[in-house]
């Protein structure tokens, strides 16, 4: 298993930027797909991105498309999430994921979660 500590969040305002980090620790973090999640206040965890363990196949909601870019360096056991052009609605906790398959972080099968870094957008 991995340990996985976010970083990164904080307060900014419409249309700026920010980049969170998730380090990991133990062994083998190229041999996990990885991903960001967020929640909301009231509303469901939901799918952000996902990343393979080597780095060369990305998945996007929807939603963040155009807007958010996962990359991951292997070498420094990170994975990190470029947020632009925020938006109000993208105001939630962000949590990372690891999974050894990249089909469980897009259905959601998460064995291990971080703790979670706050993002809150105001106008």
């Known amino acids: 298993q991995v340990q996985l500590v976010e970083s990164g969040g904080g307060l900014v305002q419409a249309g700026g930027s920010l980049r969170l980090s998730c380090t990991a620790s133990g062994r083998s973090f190229s041999t996990y797909a990885m991903g960001w999640f967020r929640q909301a206040p009231a509303k469901e965890r939901e799918f952000v991105a996902a990343i393979t363990g080597s780095g060369g196949g990305t998945n996007y909601a929807d939603s963040v498309k155009g807007r958010f870019t996962i990359s991951r360096d292997n070498a420094k056991n990170t994975v990190y999430l470029q947020i632009d052009s925020l938006k109000p609605d993208d105001t939630a906790v962000y949590y990372c994921?690891?999974?050894?398959?990249?089909?469980?972080?897009?259905?959601?099968?998460?064995?291990?979660w971080g703790q979670g870094t706050q993002v809150t957008v105001s106008l």
């Open positions: 994921a690891a999974s050894p398959l990249m089909l469980n972080i897009l259905r959601k099968i998460i064995s291990n």
